[in-house]
């Protein structure tokens, strides 16, 4: 009974652990398209060009963070080219991300 209730405490305090590392993985992600975006921003790809432009660098995300594109493309493209060239936005996101 004792291993039972053992095992049991172990399964419930490492499920935090693997809901936090799918939570990193998948903010990170999200901030790889971010940096992936600027990066296409700061070599003046045009907005609406955007998300074939991606698409064609074949990134290392999975296929479904193909989808952030699109979604955060006005965002960057509402910011002044000087705070594109100098902001980390990538890490701006993440940690962003990461509070929710």
């Not at 493209?77 to 991300?97: H, I, P, Y």
Request: hydrophobic content about 50%; proline content about 5%.
């Amino acid at each position: 009974m004792i291993r039972v209730l053992t095992a049991v405490l172990c399964l419930a305090t490492a499920a935090p652990a693997f809901a936090a590392s799918a939570k990193e993985k998948d903010c990170g992600f999200q901030g790889d398209v971010v940096a992936a975006v600027q990066a296409a921003r700061v070599a003046k790809v045009k907005e609406r060009d955007m998300v074939d432009h991606i698409a064609g660098t074949t990134p290392d995300w999975p296929e479904k963070y193909n989808a952030v594109v699109p979604l955060v493309t006005p965002w960057i493209f509402s910011l002044k080219m000087s705070e594109v060239k100098t902001a980390d936005l990538s890490a701006a996101w993440n940690e962003l991300c990461l509070q929710q």
